[in-house]
């Protein structure tokens, strides 16, 4: 098995859940070889933890894209910062894997999609539901339908921190750079201007919330059932962190429901219903690995229903993702989740905004 050498940009909650132990538990695939984040503290605690030399630690992304011993870098930081650094490490010559949202407008889609090409790497970027067996037995018996009558996309959800507080421990350093934190906010507001023009703080919100937890769902739909055709209609409520949203995929339609709130749950499902057969794939929080996610296909016969759910594997989606990543690198294959592919996530956004607009419903 090649082994290839890993750098993580961005130590904060996904990385210490979910990236830094599942990098440490593929050893035969990835080794941990360098880490960078804008905290002195985090930097100490993870380079100890993960047993990181202190000259592998760094403050400034552009040092770690330097580094002639890595392979791939993973881009974990604030989203705001994704495509300058992940711009770097293509520039280094590294592949990127890079967390969603890869980037909030389309012109950095765009200058993603250029760095890539000039450095001949893999950009991948983060949809681990899309790599979960489950979910590819369901899409497969989508495929099977002989037609789709709806689709139905929810994700409601409690605040990630209700799930993770009873499960984990995450150092939450308060060493960050004195600007830090308003160039955070600065860039965030340049960008989302960029992407949807001039907008209250209402759709601002409900944009962010698309392109944040609702960049799965609508990822994994459109993987299952095709880019829509348009959105009929939208609105947003509770300042923009719910919002429902209605879609036209010309022979029939779907349905995006989202929000969260303070109840310990994680309905987070997508739902096709054929004429004589429904498929429906079901997540759970991903801060908990090894939750499964499982499929379920219904199915009418005459008088007879039949009910079965497909639940493939215990591996978590993050492993399944990071073996396709290796294999594409080591073994030159495509990548579905390509930043070509995010561009239709940022359109549907769009679309959607353009719609709460219309309605004047945010």
């Known amino acids: 098995m090649v082994q290839l050498r890993a750098g ?10 979910i990236h830094l132990p599942i990098l440490a538990g593929m050893s035969d695939r990835f080794a941990l070889t360098a880490i ?14 993960y047993n990181i030399a202190p000259s592998a630690r760094y403050l400034d992304f552009h040092d770690i894209a330097t580094r002639n011993d890595l392979d791939v870098i993973f881009v974990l930081n604030s989203d705001e910062y994704h495509t300058d650094t992940a711009i770097a490490a293509m520039r280094g010559g590294k592949h990127v894997l890079i967390e969603k949202p890869m980037c909030l407008t389309m012109a950095e889609a765009g200058a993603l999609i250029r760095e890539r090409d000039a450095a001949g790497v893999k950009l991948m970027v983060g949809y681990m539901r899309r790599y979960a ?26 605040h990630n921190h209700q799930f993770i507080d009873q499960v984990h421990t995450v150092i939450k350093p308060n060493d960050f750079p004195t600007d830090s934190g308003k160039d955070r906010q600065q860039r965030a507001a340049r960008m989302v201007t960029e992407a949807i023009g001039d907008a209250p703080p209402e759709l601002v919100r409900a944009y962010r919330l698309l392109c944040g937890l609702n960049s799965h769902d609508l990822s994994a739909m459109r ?32 349905v995006l429901e989202t929000g969260a709130d303070r109840q310990v749950r994680f309905d987070a499902h997508i739902e096709v219903y054929g004429e004589h057969s429904s498929v429906r794939i079901e997540y759970d929080t991903p801060y908990i690995r090894h939750l499964p996610t ?23 989606p993050y492993t399944c993702e990071l073996e396709a990543l290796h294999d594409a690198i080591v073994e030159h294959h495509d990548i579905k989740t390509s930043a070509e592919d995010f561009t239709n996530d940022l359109r549907l956004f769009r679309w959607i905004i353009d719609a709460i607009r219309k309605t004047g419903q945010a």
């Open 8 to 17: 993580v940009v961005g130590l904060g909650e996904v990385a210490q859940i």
């Open 36 to 49: 960078c984040d804008i905290s002195p503290k985090l930097l100490a605690d993870i380079g100890a933890r």
């Open 133 to 158: 067996p489950a979910f590819l037995e369901a899409t497969r018996y989508v495929r099977e339908l002989d037609s789709i009558n709806y689709v139905r996309v929810r994700d409601i959800i409690g």
């Open 223 to 254: 993987e299952m059932v095709g880019m829509p055709e348009r959105v009929l209609s939208a609105s947003a409520w509770n300042g923009g962190g719910f919002l429902v949203a209605t879609m036209d995929f010309g022979d029939f339609r779907g």
């Open 294 to 316: 499982r499929a379920f296909v219904s199915s009418t016969s005459g008088d007879f229903l039949t009910q079965q759910e497909l639940r493939p594997t215990y591996t978590d």
